[in-house]
């Protein structure tokens, strides 16, 4: 079965500040990868996915992730936090022959401060 | 593109009665409709997957007879909260699976009082 580990609960960084979440995984072939964020009270939205290629991915907001397939892991970046980057974020992982459904991590709440 | 409208976006019911939570794909046509749950400060967790004109699939420990869904037509699935009681409040959300993705509708805060 597919899991999806996110180390941190909370993070907190400096406004300007680079930005790493991490994000572990577990899958017997190669998974497909997501980053998602979420604001209180809201939906989530996609900010970047890995299906195959470049392992380097670049998604919206200035943020990317690189997929390491020997280290399992799909870590976010950001070079310059903004304070409305503070949200939950989300690290899934979904796969074609498990019923196209998503696991998600236990998420990372981000706090920025000024 | 790629929409799903998920409505309402928050409903308080009193205990004992249901509440029905309805996901449509605006522009394009949606085979499979995941549902998720989500308690505060907690992920989402699967709770059912559901093909069009055919029975969901549950995930262990979600009882198919207290969250009934329906797949009916490939723009609109529903998920009835049966019965509901208060700790069923959460936050459920939608999802769908097309070309470009996965996408997500904005999610309904249940409250049962």
């Known amino acids: 079965a597919q899991s999806v580990t996110q180390p941190d609960i909370h993070i907190t960084v400096s406004e300007g500040a680079s930005l790493e979440l991490r994000c572990n995984y577990s899958y017997g072939a190669t998974p497909y990868l997501f980053w998602y964020v979420q604001s209180p009270g809201q939906g989530l939205q996609l900010l970047l996915k890995y299906f195959s290629g470049d392992t380097l991915v670049q998604g919206i907001k200035g943020f990317e992730a690189e997929f390491k397939r020997s280290q399992s892991s799909f870590n976010l970046r950001k070079p310059s936090v903004h304070w409305s980057d503070a949200a939950e974020y989300f690290c899934?992982?979904?796969?074609?022959?498990?019923?196209?459904?998503?696991?998600f991590g236990g998420g990372t709440r981000l706090m920025v401060k000024p | 593109g790629a929409v799903v409208s998920q409505h309402p976006s928050r409903v308080i019911c009193k205990s004992g009665t249901s509440v029905k939570i309805e996901c449509r794909s605006l522009?394009?046509?949606?085979?499979?409709m995941f549902w998720y749950r989500q308690f505060p400060k907690q992920s989402l967790m699967l709770m059912a997957t559901s093909n069009e004109g055919s029975k969901a699939t549950y995930e262990q420990g979600v009882e198919k007879d207290k969250f009934l869904i329906n797949h009916a037509s490939l723009t609109l699935s529903t998920l009835t909260v049966t019965s509901a009681h208060p700790e069923d409040s959460s936050f459920y959300i939608c999802?769908?699976?097309?070309?470009?993705?996965?996408?997500f509708g904005s999610g309904t805060r249940l409250t049962v009082v």
């Open positions: 999802s769908a699976l097309t070309d470009y993705g996965y996408t």
């Open positions: 522009d394009f046509q949606a085979t499979t």
């Open positions: 899934a992982v979904g796969a074609q022959n498990a019923g196209n459904m998503l696991t």
